[in-house]
């Protein structure tokens, strides 16, 4: 079993920045994909970030390329998701994901086996 717990969450001007959290339970978190998905009122959750079980590689949608980055500690079992120069468009539940294997670049959510309870951001303008 694996329990993943969101943090970070909340509310925030436009342009400022939020670090959201994931901590995973279990021995085995340095071999999954982590992923961060979001989803707005009557959007479709969607795909934000992802890193491999290493770190080394990691992928963004291109919305939010150059203003999220994800990380990982391996040893903390817990994964990142710092998000600067925030947008009223970034305003959703963010959930985040744990998988095996690095198809797609992580970018698809089928990949992932395990979320999140989601944490909510919201940036007013």
């Known amino acids: 079993q694996v329990q993943l717990v969101e943090c970070g969450g909340g509310l925030v001007q436009a342009g400022g920045s939020l670090r959201l959290s994931c901590a995973a339970s279990g021995r085995t978190f340095s071999s999954f994909t982590m992923g961060w998905f979001r989803q707005a009122p009557g959007k479709e959750r969607e795909f934000v970030a992802a890193?491999?079980?290493?770190?080394?590689?990691?992928s963004y949608i291109e919305s939010v390329k150059g203003r999220f980055t994800i990380s990982r500690d391996n040893a903390k079992n817990t994964v990142y998701l710092q998000m600067n120069s925030l947008k009223p468009e970034d305003t959703a539940v963010y959930y985040c994901?744990?998988?095996?294997?690095?198809?797609?670049?992580?970018?698809?959510?089928?990949?992932?086996?395990?979320w999140g309870q989601g944490t909510q951001v919201t940036v007013s303008s």
């Open positions: 890193i491999n079980w290493s770190g080394i590689s990691t």
């Open positions: 994901a744990a998988g095996q294997g690095w198809a797609y670049y992580g970018r698809n959510r089928n990949g992932y086996n395990y």
